[in-house]
């Protein structure tokens, strides 16, 4: 292989079913090196090894017809690794008899968690380098997706270990792009650590419990009735709250965007999946290990109370949640331009004098400025409302662009303050709204 040191071990060919020929191929070494960490203990470091320069497969074992694989009518199962694939394989064939012509579902190996994507090219960039093209591996639009029923099988650590919890969620909205009915495998509550991958939970507790918990897989896909924005806040009593011009069109802008989500009825079926029972994680990290959106609805989907800290050079920003629902978003950071009273004058609210004097009774009073400006009849309460929800929604809104930084989410009560003025964002919500926000 061109190395150094043991390299004994065990040679996985991949065969694409219907071929004849090994395509690639992987190493299980019996002997891998060790890596120490920080807390004393020691690490496998390239357990599995692939051919230099070759991308990550998609694997079937070697009985798989091609036959199984393009028939959509047959369930698939997504696993991580070539022994939990074959174990599944074996699987498929249980109780069905020498007569059957057909497995119960189609076992699909992953090389990773993450492994369905990976170098698909090179291209050049603006400065005419040579770069490298990132996406599905090829391997996955060989498979029919669309209607199939797909369940995927990570280990057992899925809902504690952040990276696995975050490929799932990943590759659970590729497979819905393409068509497919997406469920979830539902690990048994008493699973010991020892145990947390599918082959060692068959091999200790036996083909039946197997099969009854993936008949128990938790359909994650879900169909969502198409609403026209128009037409819906043309319907709806709540039309007040939107920032219109003078002219009383609604401004194409994020915080009408969000009332919209906040309140329309037919968004109901936008709540987080029906997630498992999860333990207490720490959520720690730099966004180029997770992106914003990302962070966003692992937080919703878990239902969880807290603050997200976000820091990047100098910036900070702190986002409150109640049960997965933004409630606050706050900038420790933020230009005099995004100010609450910069935002009123801008906005022609009030003027640059009423401003002044607000600011000075609130120096005396030691009030919020929103209940000085009240007081003072220069603006009413849901005006203000509308501004300071103007104000948070622009603060998530700049969050999209960033590229670096660093993030830790800290479990701690959050409590929604009423008077505040901001109406609680659903996560998942304002993660589609910001991908579609940002879309060239």
């Known amino acids: 292989m061109g190395r150094s040191g043991d390299y004994s071990g065990i040679l996985i060919p991949y065969v694409w079913p219907g071929e004849n020929y090994v395509h690639t191929e992987r190493l299980r070494r019996d002997h891998p090196e060790m890596e120490a960490q920080a807390d004393g203990s020691f690490k496998v470091r390239q357990k599995y090894l692939g051919p230099p320069g070759r991308g990550n497969a998609v694997y079937f074992p070697p009985q798989v017809e091609l036959r199984f694989v393009e028939d959509p009518a047959l369930p698939a199962v997504v696993v991580e690794g070539e022994f939990k694939t074959l174990a599944l394989w074996r699987l498929a064939w249980y ?72 490929a799932r969620q990943q590759l659970t909205r590729e497979l819905e792009s393409r068509g497919a009915e997406v469920s979830w495998y539902r690990w048994p509550s008493d699973v ?49 709250e939107l920032i219109c011009t003078d002219q009383g069109v609604v401004k194409s802008i994020l915080a009408n965007a969000i009332t919209y989500l906040a309140h329309c009825p037919e968004l109901a079926s936008m709540l987080s999946y029906d997630e498992f029972s999860v333990r207490t994680m720490a959520l720690q990290g730099t966004l180029k290990d997770f992106g914003i959106a ?80 009240v007081s003072l009849k220069m603006i009413t309460q849901d005006r203000f409302k509308q501004m300071v929800q103007l104000q948070a929604t622009e603060t998530l809104y700049k969050l999209f662009t960033w590229k670096t930084g660093k993030y830790e989410f800290e479990q701690v009560p959050v409590d929604v303050d009423q008077d505040s003025g901001i109406v609680p964002i659903r996560s998942r919500a304002a993660n589609h709204l910001a991908n579609a926000s940002l879309d060239p």
């Open 192 to 240: 010991p650590p020892e145990l947390k991958g599918i082959d060692d939970f068959l091999a200790a507790r036996g083909p039946a419990e197997v099969i009854r918990q993936l008949a128990k897989a938790k359909k994650v896909t879900r169909k969502r009735k198409i609403v026209s924005v128009a037409d819906a806040i043309g319907e709806s009593d709540w039309k007040r």
């Open 95 to 166: 109780g069905l008899g020498d007569a059957a012509d057909m497995p119960a579902f189609l076992p699909v190996g992953l090389q990773g968690v993450f492994s369905w994507r990976g170098v698909v090219g090179k291209t050049e960039d603006s400065e005419g380098h040579r770069v490298d093209v990132k996406g599905p591996v090829p391997d996955l639009s060989r498979i029919p997706w669309s209607g199939r029923r797909v369940i995927i099988l990570f280990d057992s650590d899925v809902d504690v270990n952040v990276q696995v919890g975050v």
């Open 294 to 373: 990302d962070i966003l609805q692992l937080i919703g989907q878990q239902q969880k109370t807290g603050i997200l800290h976000l820091t990047a050079k100098d910036q900070e920003v702190s986002i409150g949640f109640h049960d997965g629902n933004i409630v606050k978003a706050e900038s420790s950071t933020r230009n005099k331009k995004d100010l609450i009273g910069e935002m009123l004058v801008r906005a022609e609210v009030i003027t640059p004098s009423q401003l002044e004097t607000a600011l000075d009774a609130q120096r005396r009073s030691l009030k919020r400025l929103g209940d000085v400006l």
